[in-house]
């Protein structure tokens, strides 16, 4: 063998080590750093802890990846192409064949960090109707008025409508009222018939609209707020018949 090859191969990879160990050094501290930048920035915005040790982790090892793919280049140089296009090719090959996973995984982390509805909430999503008992990378636990266990995938979440009925918890209840229109209603009246009922929300306040005249009858509707919706109204209208015996009490 040439010596003065060897000595030129020997220099020329002693100059590519020392430039890789720059690299290595510079990612590593450049992932703690991201690391800890991404898990601060997601507790600023409350997002569940397991998210929050999750993507502070990828940030890291992105940074990482990065820095070894670097190294490649530096010591590979002319085949560093076709690796990177390897490397190209078995990523779209797992990323089709786990399309549906990798979907409802990132659509778990977007319901960790964004929280749209936490542990406790009531939902309805998919036609469910139910109590979020657990939230995972990947399914979300709900348990049903009834008892049943429903496992929704996390992708539900970003293609369907979800309703939170917690977030919001007082329903809005409608009665209809008819009287003579002889006679004179006192708006007070009702909401003094409304006010008896404990299960009816204060604020906002009953409200009394007359809507018609008809048939020589007055039609009003009477509105309301409850957090029980089926239980108020059927309270409103025991009570209202109890205080307008004459008149006609329906619920919308």
């Given amino acids: 063998m040439d010596p003065v090859a060897l000595r030129e191969t020997l ?3 002693t100059v590519r080590t020392l430039w890789a160990a720059v690299v290595v050094v510079i990612a590593l501290v450049i992932a703690r750093a991201v690391r800890a930048t991404t898990m601060r920035q997601l507790d600023r ?23 070894i793919l670097i190294v490649l ?5 002319g085949a560093f192409g076709w690796i990177l296009t390897s ?9 089709l064949s ?3 996973i990798l979907r409802n995984f990132f659509a778990g982390v977007w319901v960790l960090v964004e929280r749209p509805f936490r542990i406790g909430d009531t939902i309805d999503v998919s036609g469910y109707t139910g109590l979020v008992e657990e939230i995972s990378f990947r399914t979300t636990l709900l348990r049903t ?12 979440f970003m293609t369907k409508p979800v309703v939170n009925l917690t977030r919001f918890p007082l329903r809005r209840g409608v009665v209809f009222l008819a009287l003579d229109a002889t006679g004179e209603l006192e708006t007070d009246d009702v909401k003094a018939a409304i006010a008896s009922v404990g299960a009816i ?52």
């Fill in 201 to 252: 929300a204060r604020d906002p306040e009953p409200k009394v609209e007359l809507h018609r005249v008809a048939n020589g009858k007055a039609r009003y509707q009477v509105t309301f707020w409850a957090p029980d919706h089926d239980a108020a109204v059927t309270a409103a209208v025991a009570a209202i018949r109890k205080h307008f015996p004459g008149a006609e009490v329906r619920a919308a």
């Fill in 145 to 156: 008025a009834d008892g049943r266990e429903v496992i929704v995938p996390n992708g539900d």
């Fill in 98 to 100: 786990l399309q549906d």
């Fill in 11 to 13: 220099l020329d990879y």
């Fill in 87 to 95: 490397f190209s090719v078995v990523g779209i090959v797992i990323g």
């Fill in 73 to 77: 280049a530096i010591y590979t140089q």
């Fill in 45 to 67: 915005h409350r997002a569940h802890g397991n998210a929050t040790i999750l993507l502070g982790n990828l940030a890291q090892l992105g940074v990482i990846v990065l820095g």
